[in-house]
């Protein structure tokens, strides 16, 4: 960066004052942070678009999502697998008052500890969509997918953050996973969809 470059930063930084700022991190984390029903989620604005186009053409029977947080978007896989007649269960070490409303749905579990009751869940006859988004990726995506059967779908989040092809890659090759949705996840950025084929 230039001299010139670096004074004019300044001079914008002098002249915005300490609530101007708020503001503008206000704004900039909602244009990152995507809402369901007015409450901000741990996802991108692209993501509950993306999550359409996995559910919409699929005759899923149940909806599996690791790290609940406050709710919000399990809100949104809980009225999806309404409509649809599918089950729903989500899956959380800690408990978050926002999880009011999902109280039937929510199991305060360590996942790892409740592997093989997970695992029955999701290797249940007709299509699972498992979403991973708890505190450790690579483990949670090599645990889980071995359960998935032909047809099942696995997303995971912080693609490129906290988990890679590098973490995953025996895995899919050992159960037959591919990427799909390719194109409409380069958009979202942050998850990766899976399908066991
Ligand atoms: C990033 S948050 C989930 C965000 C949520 N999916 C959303 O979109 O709003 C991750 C959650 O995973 C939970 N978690 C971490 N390790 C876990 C484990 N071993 N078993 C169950 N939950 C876990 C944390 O308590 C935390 O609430």
Redesign the pocket.
């Known amino acids: 960066m230039t001299k010139f470059n670096r004074g004019i930063i300044r001079k914008i930084k002098i002249s915005i004052k300490p609530i101007q700022w708020l503001y503008l991190r206000y704004f900039f984390k909602n244009k990152i942070h995507g809402t369901f029903l007015g409450r901000g989620?741990?996802?991108t604005k692209l993501?509950i678009p993306l999550f359409e186009k996995i559910l919409t053409p699929i005759d899923f029977k149940r909806i599996v999502?690791?790290?609940?947080?406050?709710?919000?978007?399990?809100h949104y896989f809980l009225l999806f697998c309404q409509e649809r007649g599918a089950m729903f269960h989500t899956?959380?070490?800690?408990f978050?008052a926002g999880m009011a409303g999902i109280t039937n749905n929510f199991h305060r579990?360590?996942?790892?500890l409740g592997e093989k009751e997970i695992g029955e869940i999701i290797s249940r006859e007709g299509i699972t969509f498992v979403?991973c988004?708890?505190?450790?990726k690579p483990r949670e995506f090599n645990t889980f997918a071995p359960y998935l059967k032909k047809g099942d779908i696995m997303a995971v989040?912080d693609w490129g953050t906290e988990i890679n092809m590098g973490c995953i890659k025996e895995t899919c090759q050992k159960y037959n996973l591919k990427l799909i949705l390719i194109k409409e996840c380069k958009k979202e950025k942050l998850i990766k969809v899976f399908q066991r084929i």
Do not use: K, P
Not at 65 to 74: A, K, N
């Open positions: 989620m741990s996802q993501a999502e690791f790290g609940t947080d406050g709710g919000v978007l399990s899956y959380d070490i800690e978050n579990i360590d996942i790892f979403f988004d708890n505190g450790d989040h």
